[in-house]
């Protein structure tokens, strides 16, 4: 094992490091201005089932398969760009715009559910209609084009200042990404659910329609009756005062804080 690995160290020069170096460099950068789009999902997925075809025609030896695998792989990498040519796009652009390769900020998950929270109970005293989306795992940069680029410090004043009446970002959703709101007036996928009754405006099947693919958190506050609803999963639950609020977001958006589950009335009757 040492002499073969002597062996290829011995035939390493400064071009083939350089060379390598370059192709690594671009693959990650490729993955770095990709991380905030939902085309991360759809690559691991496509790595991973590449890797396995390849592991498994090699280990059982799968003649008509391992044929199939070695004439599909040439036509999906030409495929690759194809189908990713919207995330390549929006990679380029982030690269050109200022301050993208500075380190992006931290912050407590607390302190911004806390100031959600206070931003909604106001929003809802108020009876100001608000579409509030928290990013988690999965990145929504696609709806984020979609609207109004702040990349603002989180504040329940600005949150009310955007879905005042008279505002000209009070239509669409806000999307937060971790302290910050990234973007206002953003266009979300309604759902298409046909169980869900005529009450729902389009805030509530937005709300839906986003967590429906992805795993964000989505507040909504009735611009008609003033309640507040959390859509996440598919699901909706509603008619939440603060109290529920807090504690319905301090499970869904901190990981790291562990609580006994409980189902209250108000997750019963979720849709």
């Known amino acids: 094992m040492w002499n073969t690995l002597s062996e290829l160290l011995g035939h390493l020069t ?3 490091v350089l060379d390598i170096f370059l192709v690594a460099l671009i693959f990650y950068g490729l993955f770095y201005f990709m991380q905030g789009t939902r085309a991360v999902t759809l690559l691991r997925g496509t790595v991973i089932l590449i890797l396995l075809a390849i592991l498994a025609s090699s280990v059982f030896q ?3 398969f391992n044929w ?3 004439n599909s792989l040439p036509a999906l990498f030409v495929a690759i760009p194809v189908i990713f040519q919207p995330e390549l796009r929006r990679a380029l652009e982030r690269l050109g715009r200022p301050g993208m390769l500075l380190t992006r900020r931290h912050a407590s998950a607390a302190q911004t559910i806390n100031t959600l929270v ?3 109970s106001q929003l809802s005293e108020q009876g100001c209609g608000a579409l509030i989306v928290l990013e988690r795992a999965t990145g929504l940069q696609d709806f984020v084009d979609t609207g109004v680029w702040l990349d603002a410090h989180l504040s329940d004043d600005l949150l009310r200042t955007i879905f005042f009446k008279n505002s000209a970002l ?3 959703a806000v999307i937060i990404r971790e302290d910050r709101v ?3 007036a953003c266009m979300l996928p309604l759902s298409e659910n046909d169980t869900l009754t005529h009450e729902l405006g389009t805030r509530h099947r937005a709300a839906l329609g986003v967590t429906e693919g992805t795993d964000a958190i989505a507040i ?3 611009e008609e009756t003033g309640h507040i609803a959390v859509a996440y999963n598919g699901r909706l639950v509603r008619h939440l005062d603060e109290g ?3 504690r319905l977001l301090f499970r869904l958006y901190e990981p790291t804080r562990v609580q006994p589950r409980t189902t209250t009335s108000r997750e019963k009757h979720a849709r």
């Open 170 to 172: 009070h239509d669409g």
């Open 182 to 184: 990234v973007a206002a």
């Open 62 to 64: 799968l003649t008509a």
């Open 244 to 246: 529920e609020l807090s």
């Open 220 to 222: 909504v506050v009735s």
């Open 118 to 120: 206070r931003a909604a």
């Open 14 to 16: 400064f071009s083939s």
């Open 68 to 70: 199939l695998v070695r």
